[in-house]
Each structure stands twice: as C-alpha cells, then as structure tokens.
Nanobody, 113 residues
Framework: QVELVQSGGGLVQAGGSLRLSCAPS????????MGWYRRSLGERRELVAR???????YYEDSVRGRFTISRDNYKKMVTLQMNSLKPEDTAVYFC???????WGPGTQVTVSS
C-alpha cells in the first residue's frame, strides 16, 4: 500500500522559515524523482521543487534561492526547507512523485504579512 506521510507546515510570519518532510512507503523510492507541489486558493496545483533519485534539483522561479529540496534515499525521506517565506507562499503543499503518480495528503502553509 502506497503512503506518503507528510509533516511540518503551519503558520509563520513573513521572513520566517518552515520545514516540510515526507516519508513515502509502498513503492521503490529510488525509482522515482520526488517533488513538492503547492496549490494556492483558487489556483491550480503547481510544481515548487523537484529532485531526481541521484539528487539533481529543479526549482520554480519564485522559490529559487529561498527553498531547498533534499532527499535521503537510505531513510526514504524528502524534505523542503523554506526560508524567507512570503505571504504569496501561502498554499497547501503536497509531496508527490515526479510523475505525479502518488501523492501525499497535503499540509497547509500560511505566511502572515
């Protein structure tokens, strides 16, 4: 049974930091690129950051330099470190495979101004 357990998120003031974690199970972790996606109110879900199995990363323009995605293939975990958060980063954040086959339940991130 596939499961992506997410943790982290919450409420933070602008300029603050949050860390999201994702612990997938039920599939071969090293076969998949992993990503963090977000959906703001009224918007479509978008890719925020992606990391391949061998550690190559991609960032959406608005988060590059502020967010860092990482993975631990031994512990089977993916994290998103979010620094210098802005109100426009407010969204529900989802952990997912790079091919969008498997998804976590989402976690709310709210950045107050």
């Amino acid at each position: 049974q596939v499961e992506l357990v997410q943790s982290g998120g919450g409420l933070v003031q602008a300029g603050g930091s949050l860390r999201l974690s994702c612990a997938p199970s039920g599939f071969r972790f090293t076969d998949y690129a992993m990503g963090w996606y977000r959906r703001s109110l009224g918007e479509r879900r978008e890719l925020v950051a992606r990391i391949t199995a061998d550690g190559r990363t991609y960032y959406e323009d608005s988060v590059r330099g502020r967010f860092t995605i990482s993975r631990d293939n031994y512990k089977k975990m993916v994290t998103l470190q979010m620094n210098s958060l802005k109100p426009e980063d407010t969204a529900v954040y989802f952990c997912g495979t790079g091919d969008q086959r498997y998804w976590g339940p989402g976690t709310q991130v709210t950045v107050s101004s």
